[in-house]
């Protein structure tokens, strides 16, 4: 497991009052069409943050898929991006503690206190990096967010670990500041 979802998994009976299996269990007990409409609700009703409310969902879908399973089979076909993909958590994972990586089935959400980055491996030869930078130019290289629509506001083409440079890490520092 991802080490920043083991640390939320293992800090989650603290900050929100109930274990993962609890939380699943108060999902199981209601029913949602939608991602979105559970996550609201254990904002509103039960007070829990959003990265904390998102990620209890997206385990609760299914739980024979592990964060693990999910990264897997994100890059299956695709396994020469896996290396950029590594390198892109191993930097934000560098942030601070709270820094949250949830897994879902096309891509991985980074959260602070708000989803400030997306990973999405778009091709077998590139990753798309998403980013929350509100007010931010685009430039030739720092694009209109694409297939992220409001996820997101801008998106960066990430084809090797080369791409992983100092003007990229600073939008991440960029957009993590921002999600306080």
């Not at 299914?62 to 191993?90: A, H, M």
């Not at 590139?126 to 980013?131: N, P």
């Not at 720092?142 to 992983?164: A, Q, W, Y």
Request: net charge positive.
């Amino acid at each position: 497991m991802d080490k920043a979802l083991k640390t939320m998994i293992d800090n989650m009976p603290l900050k929100t009052g109930r274990s993962l299996a609890e939380w699943i269990k108060v999902l199981t007990a209601k029913s949602f069409a939608k991602h979105s409409e559970a996550v609201k609700y254990l904002k509103v009703e039960h007070g829990v943050t959003h990265g904390f409310a998102n990620t209890i969902v997206t385990l609760s879908k299914d739980k024979s898929e592990t964060p693990e399973d999910l990264i897997c089979n994100q890059y299956q076909g695709k396994e020469s991006l896996k290396v950029i993909y590594k390198q892109l958590i191993d930097t934000v994972s560098k942030f601070g503690t709270d820094v949250i990586i949830t897994p879902k089935k096309v891509s991985v959400s980074i959260i602070r206190k708000k989803q400030f980055a997306l990973i999405k491996p778009a091709s077998k030869t590139r990753i798309d990096l998403g980013l929350k930078l509100p007010g931010k130019e685009l430039t030739a290289r720092l694009e209109n967010s694409g297939p992220f629509g409001t996820m997101c506001t801008h998106r960066v083409k990430v084809s090797s670990l080369k791409d992983i440079d100092n003007e990229l890490k600073r939008w991440l520092v960029e957009a993590y500041e921002k999600a306080n």
